[in-house]
């Protein structure tokens, strides 16, 4: 890659000729704004593009193409991983204004959209048609579904729902050069190519740069039930799943929030008014049902015995006013977590189910030898935790330490150092920690394909 | 590719050294019964390879890239395309001995297998834990999991429930060379890896041999009903579907028969035992649902008076093996297919459902052009048509004739040319037919990753 310095800007007034002024931003102040993502980096890109149409899209891939500039796509960037940043010598292609409901075909339950679309608006306008999108990242009220498929997000709905990677029927994706590629038929099923559309769910715009998206939908379910119970053992909540579904009572959504999440949390007003916590509990369990009317109304008695029966409390929510507040505190979280350092290194490992507990006690242990806070919250449905590690400055070394002491305690118990978040920046060194040499020569050589001079977003995912 | 000749025997003696004599066949009547599959080729192999363990696998697959003979892997050899065969530059690898059911996490509900295990005794086998593994092609007491994953095997529960990509977590693949690929994390969820697993899936054995595989499973539905109708007007199934999906009614299955179908099926004893055909029956259509015992008690009365405000005629199972021997009269329909016809092309088309009934009459203006009995049944939950044309030998010009204008009418109604047996050899002249030379160029590009000298399978999928 060829890194711009005297000419630079002759080749963005190009750009900017090529798309029209407005599209193209080059003021410092202008690049400031897209210089952060939710991740602690800062990296100010040389320009951001702001494309309104495919056919703009095309031309700047036909542009970086020609002039080897790196480029990294992304929407609202709401990435964790510093996988929507650009570094000094790149620029980037926000989506955002991409952002049409551009079909739904309700016969088909299927529905095509613009990558800029807000995951949460596209929920909203599917719930006039009573039709249903699952997953729902805790960023869904601002993230976009380009994001989210670049990152293969998940959410509290994993267990039930699955998470992106359901969901995607087929992609339109501009490659550097400006070519247009269909990953495969929209129709249902289909088998006539290899699949190629998974390979770009979760590449972190290092393969390609999407214009359309296909989505599978559901019927929207009739009715949904909250429970929130309180916890004096704080690894009560991950054995409580294990038993709902061995009786047969499978969560839509579960999501366990632990003892020192808890210590951020109750810091909040508007939780503190929500909920009735004390001084004994130690962990919070979000668990949420959903189906039929009739299902639902069966449900709800034996779902009550079984707390009852643990002695466990509990509180319900059955309006979705109320269902969604409860969820809101659940989202908060992380911001939320600042009061206990100001630096963060945030995680999503997955663990099998079966050592949830194991796991949450080593962190446990970490914390307790570090000093330092560590949450351990997350989905619990399909062994997510969100682990993130809360320090100032001068402990920085010690944080990295019990980091790499987490991740390989994961690989230990044959889990993933990234179940929705991808790598980025921030966690790709440690990609040979749990691939093999062969997995990441293939996975080189499926860049290559796609992308043969390295320009799309070279600084995440893979190693150097 | 390496055509073997003189020194063959030399070369494949060397490999019943390396395996042992029983797990190399070369006698030529054990040759000739692996020389067939469902579709009406004839290809007589070199060798038959039975290996009963991975280890063997990878000696086999060094030994391919050694001497550069290609290699066909297969299971039950009931692929429709020809794609279980390895002509007669080639040898077969036959999984179907390494059929152990290796490990079931019940915690996890994932279950790892070796891709020789029948699809329908693995169903059994998890069927007393109260677990349930979801896609049932019609093969499915014959068919291994190994083979239905390189097809993307689909079934009637397509509509509900998915095909077999929506089953498998992982893979272990042994490539050419010997060398053991695990293409991605077996946790519930994980982006760490661009997403390897899909591509294998519907690969058709040009990829890689599957060692390992490991599959999600559902809990097993309390409970089962099916509807059987009967249609004077043939294509009012089709638009049945539509109706109950508007309702809210959600079939886990749903299978349409159609007219011609139905004049091989009377034919047989067993079908006018069981069903009250008459003359005037054009069309049948399967539909089931599955749930607890309470929403199935809730459900029937619902569809009851849905058939009885249409005024159709339909029967009711609720007992297991009423059930299932019904479906198995779905199940006998290909292989009774023959009394109309000695040759068959059997095309197992896609189109969104909106337009099923469209392609039903065009299917039927073309049974009327050229004279030959044309079925077209199939999964109607998904849009996936068993189209087959039935003929003798001096209509095969005519065939193929009809056939092409089927695909062409497929794909101007935003189908696919194959939505779960693949392109095999019999479809593959067709692949740019539906795919543009970008999708053929990267699709050949990923073969070279996996295959670089072109040994798995080079006869099928992909073009010359």
Known sequence: MKFLKKGKFKILEKLQEILGKEKVLLEEEELLSYSYDASSLIRKPLAVILPEKKEEVVEVLKWIKKHQIPLTPRGSGTSTTGSALAHSAGIILCLSKMNRILELDEEERVVRVEPGVINGELKSYLKKFRLFYPPDPASMNFSTIGGNVAT????????????????????????????????????????????????????????????????????????????????????????????????????ASSEFVDKTSLKALVQIQKVKELLPLDSLTKALFFVEFDGTHLEIKDLVPKIERFYFEKGIRVIKAEKEEEIESLWEIRRTLAPALKVLGSLKIADDVVVPRKFMKVFLTEIRKLEKESKLPIVCFGHAGDGNFHVNLLFEEEKKEIAKEVREKILKKVLELSGTISGEHGLGYTKRTYINWELSSLQIEIMKKIKKIFDPDNLLNPWVKLPD
Do not use: C, W
């Not at 715009?205 to 929130?228: A, C, D, N, Q, S």
């Open 152 to 251: 293969g997000a998940g959410g509290p709905r994993g267990l039930k729902y699955g998470t992106t990677k359901d969901y995607v029927l087929a992609l339109e994706v501009v490659l550097p050069g400006g070519e247009i590629l269909k990953t495969g038929p929209t129709t249902l099923k289909g088998v006539v190519p290899y699949n190629l559309t998974p390979i770009f769910i979760g590449s972190e715009g290092t393969l390609g740069v999407f214009t359309e998206i296909f989505l599978k939908v559901l019927p929207l379910p009739e009715k949904r039930v909250l429970f929130l119970s309180f916890h004096s053992l704080e690894e009560e909540p991950l054995e409580l799943l294990s038993q709902m579904l061995k009786r047969g009572l499978t969560p």
